[in-house]
């Protein structure tokens, strides 16, 4: 078994008692910090500095210089996979990420293969591993991907969409056509997800964006699913100690039940569930990551500290709640507000849990 | 007590038997129909379309003329009341609503004031009145609003917003001033729904496009009791007949008991709740309205005519359903798709009534 100083994040995903609240923010290696802006400048674009595993590793470690954060995350994109599956991943200024070829055809979607993680994504099996040993023994490496049906959209749209048009039209007229390229998708993130794990990542998050705009017939069927088949073929255990799992569907609060009997350790829970309500929903079977609204950090850090007390009193006593945002940081908050969200779970979460000996 | 040949939408929302679901959909009057975007070429533009009767009664009365739908919904715009109160209004072309000046400090809260209907929003009362008397006795008539909390966000970041972090960052610093802004909106709103029914509205309907971004307990006090002061204000009755009132919290799946506590008559649903769940959790307090994704209608006929028996079945035997789409129908739908559905509706839709003599 590794060594380990700040185990928090992994004991509080396994439900194992911890003297405070973990707490991390999605992004949190992201344009909010100067320091990022300034590599990514250097990088010369966004792509690049995925792409290079000295870059990748140095803008995910910023985050951790400047503020006790209890995990450090993959700098990474969830479109290197359909990337490394030949669909030529660009991103047009000011316009999100595009796709040179994406998946419409009966054909395309046959031609998709699975990639090698350590060749074809091989700079992000190098960034794992640069990663952990820059982070030596200090706080866990989170890995990451896209959940399947979050992935299929943007490889059948092109591109980000408001209404996912092409990818539910797929749906509702060839849903045989969906599941093919689904299960393919499922495939290369398993063992893309697995060679993150034998690269070092002690931890892995799976990121739904878009399954909240399904209905939960659809949901089920496509989005969890796909989920729940990779949760099953995981690396579970390595280097002696668990690689505890977290699923998050954001805009997915209604669904969470269905969640937690995937198989994973924990639910990364939006902003749109109370915690609370979402603890006794789920009961004792996962434990919960979020839920702070990213706007909060708008807010004075007097707000902040008051809606970090809220999310605290809301998830209660106990141990199984790790502290972070319900989405991603927004590129316009200023550091010195994570600065005060950070400090506050700090000094307000340690009665909520007993003195550990 | 008016004439009415076709009273199924006022007796569906008021729970009340029939011998069929009825159906209308949302954004029917709109760009799906060439016939709508022949009348907006000769309008010049969209405001200009809202801002002329004869010609918001034309729009409004298309989708009649093609499909037995059984409501027509006043073709208008959520945003004319903020440009009744002086905001400025405009639609840049290809990028949604705009307005000239955005309520973002003390003094613009302050100053707004609260619109006379039949004045400064005389246009739309002349629409209501003249679409009445067009439509004659055959299917009633819809009015509507946005809610506050919607209205606000827009006035607030001066147009749309993917993360809406000008409202929010006012409702975490200062939450008196949106709340002044939120109450003098519900003032507007509840003398611009009251004049409608004046002129003619059979039903109205508030639709709460934005609440769905909000943490639960900011729902409760931003959103949905707006909403409720609004409910609590409105003429319930007209012409001897009762007006029903339908609340749709797009994104609100969580939050269904809560809107049908607020006295309304009827929710609208999106197609992330499953109706027949809906309806288990509000019990018989209220009607329903939905569900069915707008997507669905990118399907075939067939297609269409499946999902519309899993949403009748869903919702299943007896009163107090409204079909409709989960949310507004998009530009790019073939109208033959929507016959299917509408033609769907009505043959499917009897066996979850009883024959009503």
């Known amino acids: ?194 060679a993150q794990v034998a690269a070092g990542a002690q931890a892995l998050m799976l990121f739904d964006t878009w399954g909240g705009v399904l209905s939960p017939e659809r949901y089920r069927e496509v989005s969890l699913a796909y989920m729940q088949r990779i949760v099953e073929a995981l690396q579970r255990e390595s280097e002696g100690r668990r690689v505890p799992v977290i699923l998050f569907t954001k805009g997915g609060g209604q669904w969470l039940e269905a969640l937690a009997a995937s198989g994973c350790d924990a639910l990364g829970v939006d902003w749109c569930t109370e915690l609370g309500e979402a603890r006794r929903r789920v009961g004792d079977r996962v434990a919960l990551q979020g839920n702070l609204d990213p706007c909060v950090l708008y807010g004075s850090a007097q707000t902040v500290r008051g809606e970090v007390a809220k999310v605290l009193a809301s998830y209660g006593a106990g141990p199984g709640h790790v502290f972070n945002l319900g989405h991603g940081i927004h590129p316009g908050i200023d550091p010195e507000r994570v600065a005060a969200m950070v400090t506050a779970v700090a000094e307000l979460s340690p009665r909520y849990h007993a003195p550990v000996p």
Request: contains cysteine; glycine residues 6%; positive net charge.
């Open 1 to 194: 078994m590794y060594a380990l100083r700040n185990d928090l994040l992994l004991r509080a995903l396994q439900r194992l008692p911890v003297a405070r609240t973990p707490v991390w923010l999605m992004r949190q290696a992201g344009r909010y910090l100067p320091e990022y802006r300034a590599t990514r400048q250097r990088a010369g674009d966004f792509l690049t500095l995925c792409k290079t595993p000295e870059l990748a590793c140095e803008v995910t470690l910023q985050p951790l210089q400047r503020f006790p954060l209890d995990a450090a995350i993959l700098f990474s994109d969830i479109l290197t996979v359909p990337d490394a599956m030949g669909l030529g991943l660009y991103f047009a200024e000011g316009e999100g990420p595009r796709f040179q070829r994406p998946v419409r055809s009966e054909a395309s979607v046959q031609a998709l293969a699975v990639p090698d993680p350590e060749t074809e994504l091989g700079y992000v099996m190098a960034a794992v591993r640069l990663i952990r040993r820059e982070l030596g023994d200090r706080v866990p490496l989170i890995g990451f991907a896209g959940s399947p049906w979050t992935l299929a959209t943007y490889m059948v749209e092109g591109g980000s969409s408001h209404d996912f048009a092409r990818a539910k039209a797929m749906m509702f007229e060839r849903p045989d056509l969906l599941h093919r390229l689904l299960d393919t998708v499922t495939r290369a993130l398993t063992a893309y997800l697995n």
